[in-house]
């Protein structure tokens, strides 16, 4: 199973939130591409990275780090925020990106989720943030009023190659991710499914492993604050 540490960036500075919210944030010293090397030391191949200012801005707002980040490190990278048309795709495609996160604009727009599909082979993730179980989006500001699970029946056939799932009443809380709906989700998705929201432990990346059509876990504030330590993380990554 991979194991993705998280980057979330907001003012060109690595940032948590606590269930998405912008104003519940905290602010670490390092800088996006001084974590990436973190990580990259410890042997970590699998990165998630968000761009926050791109998911309020819709543009690719932190671009220039994502390319640094590619560049320095040869590292697999997810990145997602604000890509919500095929020239943004393109633009991180072109840096080396494994793959793209789609998320509001495909809930918004199925079409270009189907087309960035066709157009972009094996490179597009799709996002599915969810709230109670209705799908959430623009920075999680507001309901799609659309069930996570209707929603991924229209769309199973569309050809996405990786599926994050995020549970926002988890994220940031490390209370241990939502278990039982992402398998609901996993059980579902015709392409394979990354945990993410609420990892607290080791306990939590074990149980996952033993999962069915899971491929990863990602991990943000609990290696932040300490309660997860990288060098037994990395043990897990394979």
Known sequence: ???FPAIDIKDKKCVRLVKGDFDNKTEYEMSPIEQAEK????GFKNFHIIDLDGALTGKTANHDIIKDIVAKFDLNIEIGGGIRNFDSIQKYI???VEKVILGSAAIKDKNFLKESCEKFPNKIALGLDAKDGYLSVSGWKESSNQLTLDYLKQVNDYGVSRLIYTDINRDGMKQSPNFDETMKVAELSNC??????GVSSIDDIKKAKNLKNIEGIIVGKAIYDG???LEE???EDA
């Open 233 to 235: 993380l990395v043990k």
């Open 94 to 96: 072109d840096v080396g």
């Open 1 to 3: 199973m991979k194991i």
């Open 227 to 229: 309660d997860i330590k």
């Open 192 to 197: 394979p499914v990354v945990i993410s929201g």
């Open 39 to 42: 990580y990259k030391e410890y």
